[in-house]
T-cell receptor, first 112, second 112 residues
């Protein structure tokens, strides 16, 4: 089925470890996004890529880096994980920002 | 500050009953308003997108209304089903190149 695929679905890290969250979309969308969702809060934008070759900071970029590898793939890297980064991470894509976003099923990350 | 406020925070209704969820926003200038449904453990899925000129839009048993003058929207669910149990998120986009503004969601539980 067409959509946004995120890997892994679950991950437990120790403080200070690094990891990369992967995201791929097969809808030929130009824009891709990384969000985090915490209890009692709305989704918050970490980074986005309006088009292949560009990335921009969102609302909460500290502690993260991203790579738009090609039009399909947009990865999120935690260089040195902290407990405050325990969250559910969602990748999304859109054809253009005006239109609806398609979200992945999320990665539940726990940092201990 | 651009904000989206949703009410109630949570709601429990009996199967077969109707309900209405509210969304107030301060996002300006306004471009469009979206309602998403998020099942537990899944990513948000778009229900409707409404522009400034649209004041009602339906998607099956879901009907969204928009009053751009008062900056209010509602999502009405008719003849609720157990599968309607989810979080419903109101999201507003402004007409500039800025990220979407997400509400915190309303958690709906439909019980038999």
């Amino acid at each position: 089925n067409a959509g946004v695929t995120q890997t892994p679905k679950f991950q437990v890290l120790k403080t200070g470890q690094s990891m990369t969250l992967q995201c791929a979309q097969d809808m030929n969308h130009n824009s891709m996004y990384w969000y985090r969702q915490d209890p009692g809060m709305g989704l918050r934008l970490i980074y986005y890529s309006a088009s292949e070759g560009t990335t921009d900071k969102g609302e909460v970029p500290n502690g993260y880096n991203v790579s738009r590898l090609n039009k399909r793939e947009f990865s999120l890297r935690l260089e040195s994980a902290a407990p405050s980064q325990t969250s559910v991470y969602f990748c999304a894509s859109s054809d253009r920002g005006y239109y609806g976003y398609t979200f992945g099923s999320g990665t539940r990350l726990t940092v201990v | 500050k651009n904000q989206v406020e949703q009410s109630p925070q949570s709601l429990i209704i009996l199967e077969g009953k109707n309900c209405t969820l509210q969304c107030n926003y301060t996002v300006s200038p306004f471009s469009n308003l979206r309602w998403y449904k998020q099942d537990t453990g899944r990513g948000p899925v778009s229900l409707t997108i409404m522009t400034f000129s649209e004041n009602t839009k339906s998607n099956g048993r879901y009907t969204a209304t928009l009053d751009a003058d008062t900056k209010q929207s509602s999502l009405h669910i008719t003849a609720s089903q157990l599968s309607d149990s989810a979080s419903y998120i109101c999201v507003v986009r402004n007409s500039g190149n800025t990220p979407l503004v997400f509400g915190k969601g309303t958690r709906l539980s439909v019980i038999a």
